[in-house]
């Protein structure tokens, strides 16, 4: 049964536009949510996270929003660049206990 | 290094055969994860270190599959007899509170 789910398996955004992933979860004990980012033939790296105790995290041009009601939420990156073109991994865990991912959406950034 | 490192990178084995996957965490991350990610799909959840303490192996899919961290630092997943279905890439990640940091994983691949 999947915790965390991407329904969106892949996405297409022009260079210089918003690129918006989403993210839903069922598990309503989870406290703290990730974005993992993720090219071929690499392990995923960290890129953002959110706290449950907060709606909004933003860094540089990656921002996460958090809507505990919906356990929906969702990352943009503004402006798209080339180089954000990868699979991108919704996870979430309680406390440091294991992180459960979502399937991951490509995002595909078109010069 | 200052990441996690994943050893072997590439792995091919027969079916039937027994293989051992090793992770170097980050010097002093206690928490250690292995996660299995097969073809298209996201990591899924195998098993989880505190320490030497392997606190969670709720999904290890079967009894061929065996990890252990004796001291606490270095882990080794093992596989006996292995299955074509075997075939992933299998990642390992530390942390010391939250924001679990991969290795590059360890694709296996099952003849």
């Known amino acids: 049964d999947q915790q965390v789910k991407q329904n969106s398996p892949s996405l297409s955004v022009q260079e210089g536009r918003i690129s918006i992933l989403n993210c839903d979860y069922t598990?309503?004990?989870?406290?703290?949510f990730l974005w993992y980012k993720k090219y071929p033939a690499e392990g995923p790296t960290f890129l953002i996270s959110?706290?449950?105790?907060?709606d909004k995290n933003e860094d540089g041009r990656f921002t996460v929003f958090l809507n505990k009601s919906a356990k929906h939420l969702s990352l943009h990156i503004v402006p798209s660049q080339p180089g954000d073109s990868a699979v991108y991994f919704c996870?979430?865990?309680?406390?440091?206990?294991?992180?459960?991912f979502g399937t991951g959406t490509r995002l595909t950034v078109i010069p | 290094g200052a990441g996690v490192s994943q050893s072997p990178r590439y792995k091919v084995a027969k079916r039937g055969q027994d293989v051992a996957l090793r992770c170097d965490p980050i010097s002093g991350h206690v928490s250690l994860f292995w996660y299995q990610q097969a073809l298209g799909q996201g990591p899924e959840f195998l098993t989880y270190f505190q320490n030497e303490a392997q606190l969670d192996k709720s999904g290890l899919p079967s009894d061929r599959f065996f990890a252990e961290r004796p001291e606490g630092s270095v882990s080794t997943l093992k596989i006996q007899r292995t299955q074509q279905e075997d075939s992933a890439v299998y990642l390992c990640?530390?942390?010391?509170?939250?924001?679990?940091?991969f290795g590059e994983g360890s694709r296996l691949t099952v003849l």
């Open positions: 959110i706290s449950s105790i907060k």
């Open positions: 996870a979430a865990q309680t406390g440091a206990n294991n992180l459960f």
């Open positions: 598990n309503s004990m989870f406290d703290y």
């Open positions: 990640a530390s942390s010391l509170y939250a924001r679990a940091q």
